[in-house]
């Protein structure tokens, strides 16, 4: 490249990280403001949740005590304003009843360091299966696979699994078995079943699919597509064309699924009797541990907007119409 073609290429690659710059800027804005709406609505709807975090305890002098340190004898709107502020200055308290006196940030920290490889597989298995079932007989086969029967029926197997461990050891029949995991433990054979039911028997497969079936119809008769093809394009070329311009639509279906994920890890969780952070905050809002709610919101959010923000930034690089804001 000649230094005159090299000095005229530079202007144009600035202009283009500028608009990309100045058109991303206001999606990050928004992807805050997400973020910080979360928050303020935990707060708001653990504080309105009948009864107080105290209200099991017997000592009513106790009960006192702690209405006053916990703040919970003032109005609900400055419980908010303070939490919210907390969070602002990384200042997340302690636990009330889940963990009382724990530090939320360590109970988030584990919790989330527990749930994120599971909730990653699961994303990446429904978005490779349903990247792979292709046309649309593939998505309304995915669609059939995330039935409401598969789910219960997969339901179903660690509880049987587990009855059946705890009968051999109450019987002597055999010691516990490496396979078998306590609630506070972690065990492979659940967790390959957790990432099994939340990422093929939830709708986040399916809804992949649609969305690359839908494209994929749409791509077919583009103007580039058939140009290609009347000037006696191969198959193999055509091919090459089609997954370039899949990227984006695969990444807006990634996008897409990934917070309805999210809210399915909390009740997968539960219901696998798994530790994570789906589970940790079943069981603070169950008890009214506003600290820790609002604790696990931050981060399962935050990690919401992270990956959000991070595929809309590759989505927005791969395809120049998006970076220019067209």
């Known amino acids: 490249m000649s230094p005159a073609a090299a000095g005229a290429a530079t202007p144009s690659a600035r202009v283009g990280i500028a608009a990309l710059a100045r058109n991303y800027s206001g999606r990050l804005a928004g992807w805050g403001l997400a973020w910080l709406g979360a928050v303020v609505l935990a707060q708001v709807l653990v504080a309105f949740a009948p009864g107080d975090a105290i209200d099991t305890l017997p000592d009513p002098a106790l009960r006192e005590q702690l209405s006053a340190e916990w703040g919970l004898g003032t109005p609900v709107y400055l419980r908010v304003f303070r939490g919210t502020a907390g ?13 009382p006196g724990a530090p939320v940030g360590d109970a988030v920290v584990g919790a989330m360091c527990a749930s ?23 998505a309304r086969i995915a669609r059939a696979m995330s039935a409401v029967p598969v789910v219960l029926l997969a339901l179903c197997v660690p509880g049987g699994v587990n009855a059946l461990a705890w009968k051999g050891m109450a019987e002597g029949w055999w010691t516990r078995p490496a396979f078998f995991a306590l609630p506070v433990e972690g065990g492979a054979v659940r967790d390959l079943l957790l990432v099994g039911v939340l990422g093929l028997g939830s709708a986040a497969m399916a809804e992949v699919a649609a969305r690359l079936a839908e494209a994929d119809a749409r791509l077919e008769e583009a103007g580039f597509l058939l140009a290609a093809r009347a000037h006696g394009a191969d198959e193999r070329a055509l091919r090459r064309l089609r997954w370039r311009h899949r990227v984006v ?5 990634a996008q897409a699924v990934f917070t309805p994920l999210v ?8 219901l696998f009797a798994r530790p994570g952070a789906g589970d940790l905050l079943w069981r603070a809002v169950e008890l009214r541990d506003v600290p820790l709610a609002t604790g696990v919101v931050v981060a399962l959010t935050g990690t919401t907007v992270v990956v959000g923000a991070s595929l809309d930034l590759l989505r927005r690089a791969w395809d120049p119409r998006l970076r220019m804001g067209a």
């Open 249 to 253: 639509p695969l990444v807006e279906a």
């Open 263 to 270: 809210g399915g890890l909390v009740v997968v969780e539960r």
């Open 116 to 138: 994120l490889p599971v909730l990653g597989a699961a994303w990446a298995l429904a978005v490779g299966v349903g990247a792979a079932a292709r046309g649309r007989k593939g």
């Open 87 to 99: 969070v602002l200055a990384g200042d997340l308290g302690s636990s009330w009843t889940v963990q």
